[in-house]
């Protein structure tokens, strides 16, 4: 969940509406990604990996 953001057309309307201060941050040559794009690239990474990062960071703080 990103910013209260439920679903891929949430990420992708936060986004959009807050384009100006991401683009401080990231390079976005094509704009915000659709929500299919979002999708596709969270669709694609190794859920197990993620949490045993988040459970490592954790163990950090």
């Known amino acids: 969940m990103i910013c209260g953001a439920d679903t891929w ?3 992708e309307s936060y986004g959009r509406a807050k384009y100006e201060w991401l683009k ?3 390079e976005l040559p094509n704009g915000i990604p659709t ?3 979002i999708a596709r690239v ?4 190794n859920r ?3 949490s045993e990062m988040f459970f490592e960071l954790g163990s950090i703080y």
């Open 9 to 11: 057309v949430d990420i």
């Open 48 to 50: 197990r990996a993620i």
């Open 42 to 45: 969270f669709s694609r990474l």
């Open 35 to 37: 929500h299919d794009t």
């Open 24 to 26: 401080k941050f990231l």
